[in-house]
């Protein structure tokens, strides 16, 4: 009896059978290529390529803030020409909800915050009011959070002040 995959063919003589076997293209071709066989890398080097364009493109390369440049309490040399100036104090308190603050500079308030500081202190400069100079102070509240008090120096880096120190609350 033949297989399913076998053809029968009948010849005119009814006792003479001939059985032939199919064999698909694709066996073919393995059998041909059995030895030779090869590593396709063309996909591979496409996902490579899209990896590197993807984190040259998502790559960050600005320049780290590093160290503060900041002189604590009582680390100032005192200058034997002139007396110096009193320092201009920032200072941060903490409001009645615990979770805002009030930000004044030289005892003016300072609507709008850390956000607001930074245009402010260009108005002054400006005017001539503050000088980029002087000896800037800035004075948290002990329960102030440490967001706030870096964000009030993150503005009075960004106002290119040369001088921006950290007081106790007390002065």
């Known amino acids: 009896m033949a297989d399913a995959n076998d053809t029968l063919l009948n010849d005119e ?17 393995r059998r041909v290529n059995d030895g030779e066989m090869e590593l396709q890398l063309t996909s591979m080097i496409d996902v490579i390529f899209q990896l590197l364009i993807y984190f040259v493109i998502t790559a960050n390369f600005t320049i780290d803030e590093g160290t503060l440049k900041a002189s604590m309490p009582g680390q100032s040399a005192p200058s034997t020409t002139t007396p110096p100036d009193p320092p201009i104090f920032i200072d941060l308190k903490t409001g009645d909800d615990g979770l805002t603050y009030t930000l004044m500079v030289d005892n003016r308030p300072i609507d709008g915050g850390a956000s607001y500081l930074y245009s402010y202190l260009q108005s002054q400069i400006s005017s001539n009011k503050f000088g980029v100079d002087d000896d800037y102070q800035i004075r948290p509240q002990g329960n102030v959070r440490w967001q706030h008090v870096v964000n009030v120096f993150n503005a009075c880096t960004r106002a290119k002040l ?8 007390n002065g």
């Open 162 to 169: 040369e001088k921006v120190g950290f007081a106790t609350p």
């Open 13 to 29: 003589d009814s006792e003479h059978i001939q059985v032939v076997h199919h064999t698909s293209q694709r066996k073919k071709r």
